[in-house]
């Protein structure tokens, strides 16, 4: 979409910026999903953004929350990333016969292959990747740049089917057609050949770096301890400022523990996953992410980000990334949530608050507040109009 951007706050050319991203027959999602960090809209300036250099897409924005009941398929979005890293970072290691293992829709008799699409910023340069894939490899991979420095229009980098190949750049073919069914060109390139190409190592690195969270916060906190020796001061920071009065954290080869000043003034030790509260631990397992995603301007996927955190604290961690003076390199937080509070107009424009309900009853639909042409403002509250029902995505509650 092509739009004018009038930011009336922006960061100017992060280099990990994603612009869309559409998946299909991926778990509770049967017909393709479309999401985008675009401006939808054009009416009034646009607030949160960040600057692409791309006129296609001139600006992204820093913060989108999808919303929806329980069930509706809010988690099956973030894993349809997850999925797809780890298809980047192992498929090198397939074998010929072994199952690519998608985990495709299963509500329905008429069988597809699932895809996956990602237009992205990395390095000055707009990448559009897409996949499409089912159990028995790598059907279709191509691969698209533009230069934004140099404002060329759209080359390709590479096509590849399972019977034909081509590459305009000048990727060499007898590799590709060595690569098996199993494997994505790119990550074969990357593992197996060592390859040094400028674009290749872009997509594959930018894919890589993001970062996923998921709502089993408390398996992933307990994965990174023996990593968290690092900003520990920082961290601590972070809790105060969310009201936890922390004073130190310990790590050592027994754990993880922090210390609280007593009434008398003296330091005691808390084993930290077993005596600090739900909502502390969240937090502990959330800035391991943030701080390392607004020093390297990336992207941060977090389900469930309101999980046992009060409504302020969850204001907060978005206006971290909202705000360009606490988010000066463009980092992208995109997260599910039920904090329909974060409607308040404050925080969320129309833009980027999206929904994915369960409106037939079988398969998960992804839409966006935008596409509510009845609702005019830009800005503003929606909290009662989702409430309400007026958008979908909220439970059906039966009475009986």
């Given at each position: 979409?092509l739009?004018?951007c009038l930011?009336?706050?922006f960061?100017?050319n992060?280099?990990?910026?994603?612009?869309n991203?559409?998946?299909?027959?991926y778990?509770?999602?049967k017909?393709?999903?479309?999401?985008?960090?675009?401006?939808?809209t054009?009416?009034?300036s646009?607030?949160?953004?960040?600057?692409?250099?791309?006129?296609k897409a001139?600006?992204?924005?820093?913060?989108?929350?999808?919303?929806?009941?329980n069930?509706?398929?809010?988690?099956?979005f973030?894993?349809?990333?997850?999925?797809?890293?780890?298809l980047?970072?192992?498929?090198?290691?397939?074998?010929?016969?072994?199952?690519?293992?998608?985990?495709?829709?299963?509500?329905?008799?008429t069988e597809?292959n699932?895809?996956?699409?990602?237009?992205f910023?990395k390095?000055?340069?707009?990448?559009?990747?897409?996949?499409?894939?089912?159990n028995?490899?790598?059907?279709?991979?191509?691969a698209y740049y533009?230069?934004l420095?140099?404002d060329?229009?759209?080359?390709?980098?590479?096509?590849?089917?399972?019977t034909e190949?081509?590459?305009?750049?000048?990727?060499?073919?007898?590799?590709?057609?060595q690569?098996i069914?199993?494997?994505?060109?790119?990550?074969?390139?990357?593992?197996?050949r060592?390859?040094?190409?400028?674009?290749?190592?872009?997509?594959?690195?930018?894919?890589?770096?993001?970062?996923?969270?998921s709502?089993?916060?408390?398996?992933?906190?307990?994965?990174?301890?023996?990593?968290?020796?690092?900003?520990?001061?920082?961290k601590?920071?972070?809790?105060?400022k969310?009201?936890i009065?922390i004073?130190?954290?310990?790590?050592?080869?027994?754990?993880?523990?922090?210390?609280?000043k007593?009434?008398?003034?003296?330091?005691?030790?808390?084993?930290f996953?077993?005596e600090e509260?739900?909502?502390?631990?969240m937090?502990l397992?959330?800035s391991?992410d943030?701080?390392?995603?607004?020093?390297?301007g990336?992207?941060?996927?977090?389900?469930?980000?309101?999980?046992?955190?009060?409504?302020?604290l969850?204001k907060?961690?978005?206006?971290?990334f909202?705000?360009?003076?606490?988010n000066?390199?463009?980092?992208q937080?995109?997260f599910?949530s039920?904090a329909?509070?974060l409607?308040?107009?404050g925080?969320?424009?129309?833009?980027?608050i999206w929904?994915?309900s369960?409106e037939n009853?079988y398969?998960?639909?992804l839409?966006?507040?935008?596409?509510?042409?009845q609702i005019?403002r830009?800005k503003g509250?929606?909290y009662n109009?989702?409430?309400y029902?007026i958008?979908?995505?909220?439970?059906n509650?039966?009475?009986?």
């Amino acid at each position: 979409m092509l739009t004018l951007c009038l930011c009336e706050k922006f960061t100017k050319n992060g280099d990990y910026m994603l612009i869309n991203f559409k998946f299909s027959n991926y778990k509770s999602f049967k017909d393709k999903a479309e999401f985008s960090m675009e401006p939808l809209t054009n009416n009034g300036s646009i607030s949160n953004a960040i600057e692409t250099g791309y006129k296609k897409a001139p600006c992204v924005y820093r913060t989108s929350a999808i919303f929806g009941a329980n069930a509706s398929g809010k988690s099956s979005f973030i894993h349809a990333v997850s999925y797809f890293q780890g298809l980047m970072e192992m498929s090198y290691l397939k074998r010929f016969n072994e199952q690519m293992e998608v985990p495709a829709y299963k509500l329905s008799d008429t069988e597809k292959n699932s895809t996956f699409e990602f237009e992205f910023v990395k390095n000055k340069v707009v990448y559009k990747y897409f996949v499409e894939l089912n159990n028995d490899g790598i059907v279709k991979e191509d691969a698209y740049y533009t230069e934004l420095e140099e404002d060329k229009r759209e080359k390709c980098l590479f096509k590849r089917t399972l019977t034909e190949f081509s590459s305009p750049y000048g990727l060499d073919k007898e590799i590709a057609k060595q690569t098996i069914k199993t494997r994505l060109l790119v990550s074969e390139l990357v593992n197996n050949r060592n390859n040094q190409d400028k674009y290749i190592l872009d997509i594959y690195n930018w894919i890589m770096d993001i970062d996923i969270l998921s709502s089993d916060y408390k398996e992933v906190l307990k994965d990174k301890i023996s990593l968290s020796k690092s900003n520990l001061l920082q961290k601590v920071e972070f809790l105060r400022k969310a009201d936890i009065p922390i004073t130190k954290l310990i790590v050592n080869r027994d754990g993880l523990f922090s210390t609280h000043k007593s009434e008398n003034g003296q330091e005691i030790t808390f084993d930290f996953m077993l005596e600090e509260s739900d909502g502390t631990q969240m937090l502990l397992c959330l800035s391991e992410d943030i701080f390392w995603v607004l020093e390297k301007g990336s992207i941060l996927f977090v389900d469930e980000l309101d999980n046992s955190l009060h409504p302020h604290l969850v204001k907060y961690l978005v206006e971290l990334f909202n705000n360009p003076e606490t988010n000066p390199k463009g980092a992208q937080l995109i997260f599910t949530s039920h904090a329909h509070y974060l409607m308040d107009g404050g925080h969320l424009t129309r833009d980027q608050i999206w929904f994915i309900s369960k409106e037939n009853g079988y398969s998960s639909d992804l839409y966006s507040l935008s596409d509510f042409k009845q609702i005019k403002r830009k800005k503003g509250a929606f909290y009662n109009e989702y409430m309400y029902g007026i958008f979908g995505a909220v439970p059906n509650i039966s009475g009986d």
